[in-house]
Nanobody
Framework: QVQLVESGGGLVQAGGSLRLSCAAS????????IAWFGQAPGKEREFVAA????????YYADSVKDRFTISRDNAKNTVYLQMNKLKPEDTAVYYC????????????????????WGQGTQVTVSS
């Protein structure tokens, strides 16, 4: 059983930056692919970014490409999402999710489901 805890959300002005963290416990972290999802008010949860077990493969939604960067530190059991050039439309609750797989990040970005989810962290971008 893996527990995921997100942190780092907050209120930021358009054009600003935030770094989200997803801390994992209770499992063999380096055997899990990790993804970030965002859920805006009144909308379905959407894929944002994914990283494979080693950190050697990443994949992004078109809407965040060149603005967001996903990375991981397996020694610290943590995945990060660096969010730059934030836009009001990035406002959402951001969740990290884990699945036990050695697949590459592109596959992670198209998985129909994940095994474990965090509780989410709110990101609000003001115009």
């Amino acid at each position: 059983q893996v527990q995921l805890v997100e942190s780092g959300g907050g209120l930021v002005q358009a054009g600003g930056s935030l770094r989200l963290s997803c801390a994992a416990s209770g499992g063999t972290f380096r055997s899990y692919g990790i993804a970030w999802f965002g859920q805006a008010p009144g909308k379905e949860r959407e894929f944002v970014a994914a990283i494979n077990w080693s950190g050697g493969s990443t994949y992004y939604a078109d809407s965040v490409k060149d603005r967001f960067t996903i990375s991981r530190d397996n020694a610290k059991n943590t995945v990060y999402l660096q969010m730059n050039k934030l836009k009001p439309e990035d406002t959402a609750v951001y969740y990290c999710a884990a699945v036990q797989t050695y697949s590459g990040a592109t596959i992670l970005g198209h998985l129909p489901e994940y095994d474990y989810w965090g509780q989410g962290t709110q990101v609000t971008v003001s115009s």
